[in-house]
């Protein structure tokens, strides 16, 4: 196994999307996380803070077309209601996916970027080392 130097590690620092309309996406989000929206650069990058990871919308003049290289994968207590919950508030609906093992729901932000959602004690089963 590889070992690395002290101080030679990264954290994430926040996730970051491209929007042809920042701020209302960066609500939406806000709204689903929990977290708190500022606008510090009217308009053109947007930060979404306090819910379970910190994201960014940064204006663009065109959308990205084509499926997203890198998506979020989102955990719940109540896979059904959060997912109910999501739609309700317009999230667009992928597909389920899984099976009696293992099931997440794959749905789109207002923008139409994806992203996943599974059950939380599922997800933690699911990557945890034998």
Not at 8 to 19: A, N
Not at 64 to 90: M, Y
Not at 100 to 109: I, K, P
Request: hydrophobic share 40%.
């Amino acid at each position: 196994m590889r070992s690395y130097a002290p101080g030679m590690t990264l954290s994430l620092g926040m996730i970051t999307c491209d929007s042809t309309d920042p701020v209302p996406l960066a609500t939406w989000w806000a709204e689903q996380v929990g977290g708190q929206v500022a606008d510090p650069y009217g308009g053109t990058y947007v930060l979404v803070s306090g819910g379970p990871v910190m994201l960014a919308f940064q204006l663009v003049d065109d959308p990205t077309t084509g499926k997203n290289r890198l998506h979020l994968d989102l955990t719940a207590d109540d896979l059904d209601g959060e997912v109910d919950r999501l739609l309700a508030a317009g999230a667009g609906l992928v597909g389920r996916r899984g099976d009696e093992s293992f099931r997440w729901v794959t749905l789109t932000d207002p923008d139409g970027n994806e992203f996943c959602v599974a059950g939380r004690a599922e997800a933690a089963e699911a990557v945890a080392p034998d």
